[in-house]
């Protein structure tokens, strides 16, 4: 599996491309505004199919580039039911966004639950459920590759904002304590935003939610 580090949108979000070039086949992990102009590049050159799209959380950030890229390439889309709102409906995050800017409903092909197993890329990935940061917060984590998609639950030396709708810290703290830092010590976790970092690091560190 090839990782491909993506900071786009107004707000520099991370999505995550996944490659895996010789089965030809690609996974995006969020779609922040004018993704798929970055990541087109990236996938004739390993010459990969996108696939799937899972999305994290319905937050705009998140999201606004998804229609975009489901246009182009007829990739099936997952998310967590309770950010449906958010992703059918997403003007009512219209308040967030920059005058011009617009956000696109994405329709959603699968919607996940705590546990559910994704096969792709020849791997097998478990869907953990970790709300606080918004409702339908959820984590991708790959035990074979170490790595876990955290969204914005759990950052390097912080953690998600709760003050915006539907935001609780003290979900937010349990989550990453039963969801996060419950997975082994060296798996890497990459966050929707900034530098990635490691299960202990922050559960041995970090000053919001300690291990």
Not at 19 to 47: C, F, N, S
């Amino acid at each position: 599996m090839k990782l491909y580090v993506v900071p786009a949108g107004s707000i520099r979000t991370n999505a995550y491309l996944l490659t895996a070039p010789e089965r030809g086949e690609a996974v995006l992990i969020d779609a922040p505004e004018g993704v798929w102009a970055q990541i087109e590049g990236a996938l004739t050159a390993d010459k990969c199919r996108l696939t799937e799209l899972w999305i994290t959380h319905g937050h705009f950030d998140h999201m606004q580039g998804a229609a975009e890229v489901v246009r182009a390439t007829g990739a099936k889309v997952s998310a967590h039911p309770a950010d449906r709102v958010l992703l059918e409906t997403p003007e009512v995050m219209n308040i967030f966004l920059d005058e011009g800017e617009k956000l696109e409903p994405v329709h959603v092909d699968r919607w996940l639950a705590q546990g559910d197993r994704l096969e792709a890329l020849g791997l097998s990935a478990e869907v953990r459920h970790v709300p606080g940061h918004c409702p339908g917060n959820v984590l991708f984590y790959f035990p074979e590759a170490q790595a876990a998609f955290v969204g914005d639950a759990l950052f390097a030396g912080s953690v998600g904002r709760t003050d915006l709708p539907g935001g609780n810290f003290d979900e937010l703290e349990r989550s990453i304590r039963e969801q996060i830092y419950t997975l082994p010590d060296e798996t890497v976790v990459y966050p929707g935003h900034g530098q990635d970092t490691t299960v202990e690091a922050e559960r041995t560190t970090n000053p919001y939610v300690a291990g």
